[in-house]
């Protein structure tokens, strides 16, 4: 789990689900300037980080995570909460996985390779308090 130093209250909170350092390490490089960023490595981090965080606004989640998957947390964190928009992200895009997420009440879908401006496009659709 990474939570970056102090949180600044005039940005929104962003939880990052991502197993793969240089993954993550590419959507800090792109958000950290607009965005607080938590970062929980497995899925169910993702769901304990939610739990403890209630100022988070917004969930990137990759699909293929080890300990529980992002579509597994994202039910779970469906049960705890509707409005939360979750973003899924996989690099390995098949038709069931989007349709899972769906299922699983996902908000939206990117894929790997991150497209930035698709990226920041999403993520300003369901967290409009991001200012790029």
Not at 47 to 71: A, R, V
Not at 104 to 124: C, D, M, Q, R, V
């Given at each position: 789990?990474?939570?970056?130093?102090?949180?600044?209250?005039?940005?929104?909170?962003l939880?990052?689900?991502?197993?793969?350092?240089?993954?993550?390490?590419?959507?800090r490089?792109?958000?950290?300037?607009?965005?607080?960023?938590?970062?929980?490595?497995?899925?169910?981090?993702?769901?304990?980080?939610?739990?403890?965080?209630?100022?988070?606004?917004?969930?990137?989640?990759?699909?293929?995570?080890?300990?529980?998957?992002?579509?597994?947390?994202?039910?779970?964190?469906?049960?705890?909460?509707?409005?939360?928009?979750?973003?899924?992200q996989?690099?390995?895009?098949?038709?069931?996985?989007m349709?899972?997420?769906?299922e699983?009440?996902?908000?939206?879908?990117?894929?790997?390779?991150?497209?930035?401006?698709?990226?920041?496009?999403?993520?300003?659709q369901?967290?409009?308090?991001?200012?790029?």
């Open positions: 789990m990474d939570v970056e130093n102090n949180l600044d209250r005039e940005k929104p909170t939880l990052i689900a991502e197993d793969e350092e240089s993954n993550y390490l590419l959507l490089t792109i958000l950290h300037r607009n965005c607080n960023l938590i970062r929980a490595k497995t899925g169910l981090e993702a769901l304990n980080l939610f739990k403890e965080h209630d100022e988070i606004e917004l969930i990137l989640m990759d699909i293929k995570m080890p300990e529980m998957t992002g579509i597994e947390s994202l039910k779970e964190i469906r049960k705890l909460s509707k409005d939360i928009p979750v973003i899924m996989s690099a390995y895009v098949f038709d069931s996985d349709e899972a997420a769906k699983a009440g996902a908000s939206g879908f990117i894929t790997k390779p991150i497209n930035l401006k698709l990226l920041k496009n999403t993520i300003s369901y967290c409009p308090s991001v200012v790029w």
